[in-house]
């Protein structure tokens, strides 16, 4: 059975700072998206990694992908408010058939 | 495109109701699911559908049905709504093929009193 598992969970940053989530997963797949989720709204997608080493960027998020050691971490840059949500990263796993496999979620708090 | 879309946007339901929560996609994807979302926690998946007339179940079935007659349509049928069923319900699609992406619709915010 495949798992997924993020961490922090839970993360409280000041702005301007940097950090990283990690997302990692427990079998074989090269296909790893990532979330964003606002609270009260549905999920948007953020990232679309498809192949080992993949790496996008959009403004001040960069996700990355390394089938080998089965991570993708989603790196922010300088954070600013406007970036405080839920952030999921979802694994297509070779023996999950269609259905993607949800981490639990990093909540991300962004303070001035 | 209206992309995903769901109805109702809102129910409040009694103890014992039933109730069909719609889902419908114009973007010609094969696979159709459904999650709910309780407060402060992730995604469960309830069930999925990979192609007309094909369903499947997730993680927590129990307490709802679905069909798949057509493409574009998926609804969640709960068959006596139970207090523990409150929750927000998201339907989502994806194609099978290429990028493989999930889109998820805007939500239905369930009540059971």
């Known amino acids: 059975e495949l798992k997924v598992e993020q961490n922090p969970l839970f993360l409280s940053m000041q702005e301007g700072k940097n950090y990283t989530i990690y997302c990692n997963y427990s079998?074989?797949?090269?296909?790893l998206y990532w979330y964003r989720q606002d609270p009260g709204k549905s999920l948007e997608s953020l990232f679309v990694?498809?192949?080992?080493?993949a790496v996008k960027q959009e403004g001040r998020l960069m996700a990355s992908l390394d089938t080998k050691a089965r991570l993708s971490t989603l790196h922010i840059t300088a954070a600013v408010h406007d970036l405080s949500a839920t952030y999921f990263c979802?694994?297509?796993?070779?023996?999950?058939?269609?259905?993607?496999?949800f981490g639990e979620g990093t909540q991300l708090t962004v303070n001035p | 495109n209206a992309g995903v879309t769901q109805t109702p946007k809102f129910q409040v339901l009694k103890t014992g109701q039933s109730m069909t929560l719609q889902c419908a996609q114009d973007?010609?994807?094969?696979?159709m699911s459904w999650y709910r979302q309780d407060p402060g926690m992730g995604l469960r998946l309830i069930h999925y559908?990979?192609?007309?007339?094909?369903?499947d179940q997730g993680e927590v079935p129990n307490g709802y049905n679905v069909s798949r007659s057509t493409t574009e349509d998926f609804p969640l049928r709960l068959l006596s709504a139970a207090p523990s069923q409150t929750s927000v319900y998201f339907c989502?699609?994806?194609?099978?093929?290429?990028?493989?992406?999930?889109?998820f619709g805007p939500g239905t915010r369930l009540t059971v009193l």
């Open positions: 989502a699609t994806r194609q099978l093929t290429g990028r493989g992406e999930q889109f």
């Open positions: 079998t074989t797949s090269d296909r």
């Open positions: 990694l498809l192949s080992n080493g």
């Open positions: 979802a694994v297509d796993g070779e023996t999950s058939g269609s259905r993607l496999t």
């Open positions: 973007m010609n994807h094969e696979y």
């Open positions: 559908s990979v192609g007309a007339g094909i369903t």
